[in-house]
């Protein structure tokens, strides 16, 4: 469940993503964003836009959302007041969201589907890693090894050169 107002840093974190994809997806915006140049704009814009409102929900301050999402206390205004086209666009989405027209439950199942494959690369990154290790030990050993044969030749050296 997604709250709409915050109460945690992780309620925080979920509302914000759900505002900005919930927004993404609106066939409005998906015909908006086909322009690559475009694209890059509107993401940025969308998700500081989102950002601010999450925060604003959680009773965060103008300079508390600024100085987190690093913008001026400008541009989180006119995000927040709708100013601009990408704050009206969230704050659209959350009411949206506040009636139950916007289909939260895709966009969690999305959440979830990127979550896991974060999950499953860093397990793949652990495996890699416990395999490095496994190969760094065995190295270690035969290197002890050698190093016990030096010295036992090197003993054996110093004790004809005592003679």
């Known amino acids: 469940m997604i709250p709409l107002v915050p109460t945690s ?6 509302l914000e993503h759900v505002l900005i994809l919930g927004t993404l997806f609106r066939p409005e915006i998906l015909e908006l964003i086909k322009d690559p ?4 704009t509107w993401v940025d814009s969308l998700a500081i836009a989102a ?3 999450a925060r604003e929900k959680a009773g965060y301050t103008i300079r508390e959302i600024a100085d ?3 913008r001026t206390e400008q541009t989180i ?9 990408a704050g009206k666009l969230v704050r659209e989405t959350y009411e949206m969201m506040k009636r139950g027209e916007l289909n939260i439950e895709e966009v969690e199942k999305f959440l979830e589907a990127v979550v896991r494959k974060e999950e499953l690369e860093k ?6 890693l416990e395999e490095e290790i ?3 030990k065995k190295e270690n ?4 090894a050698k190093l016990e044969k030096v010295k036992e030749k090197l003993k054996e050296v110093l004790s004809e050169l005592e003679k």
């Open 9 to 14: 840093k992780t309620e925080i974190d979920k």
């Open 37 to 40: 140049i475009e694209k890059v």
């Open 51 to 53: 950002g601010a409102l």
């Open 68 to 70: 987190e999402l690093g």
């Open 77 to 85: 205004r006119k995000h927040l007041k709708g100013e601009t086209k």
């Open 123 to 128: 397990i793949t990154d652990i495996k890699k």
């Open 134 to 136: 496994e190969k760094l």
């Open 141 to 144: 050993e035969e290197l002890a």
